[in-house]
C-alpha cells in the first residue's frame, strides 16, 4: 500500500488551489455563507471528494441565515438581467 501525505486546510487557505482530493468536515454551522461552495469549487473532479457527516440542523440554519436573504434577492435581480438583456438582444436581431 501507498504512502500517502495528508495535510489539513482551512476553506480561507482553500482559496487560489486547486485539490486532487479532500475529505472536507464541513463542521458543526457555516461561519460565512457561501464557504462551503468555495471548498467545493476547489476540487478537480466530483467524485475525488468525501463530505463528513453533519446534522439536519446545520442546513435547517442555512435557511434562516441573515445574510441568505439578500443572496438570493442579489440572485434574482441578476437573473431578471440576464432575461432582459437576452430578450432585448433578440428583438434587436429580429429587426436585421
Do not use: W
Not at 461552495?37 to 476547489?42: K, N, Q, T
Not at 439578500?70 to 437576452?86: H, S, V
Request: charged share 20%; proline share 2%.
Amino acid at each position: 500500500m501507498p504512502l500517502r501525505l495528508a495535510y489539513a486546510l482551512t476553506i480561507h487557505k482553500s482559496q487560489g488551489q486547486t485539490l486532487s482530493q479532500a475529505i472536507i468536515d464541513l463542521g458543526s454551522k457555516e461561519f460565512s455563507l457561501g464557504l462551503t461552495c468555495v471548498v467545493l469549487s476547489r476540487l478537480r473532479n466530483c467524485n475525488d471528494f468525501l463530505i463528513m457527516s453533519f446534522s439536519l440542523e446545520r442546513l435547517e440554519k442555512l435557511s434562516q441565515s441573515k445574510c441568505l436573504k439578500p443572496r438570493l434577492d442579489d440572485e434574482t435581480r441578476i437573473n431578471e438581467l440576464i432575461n432582459n438583456t437576452y430578450n432585448n438582444f433578440y428583438h434587436l436581431c429580429m429587426k436585421f
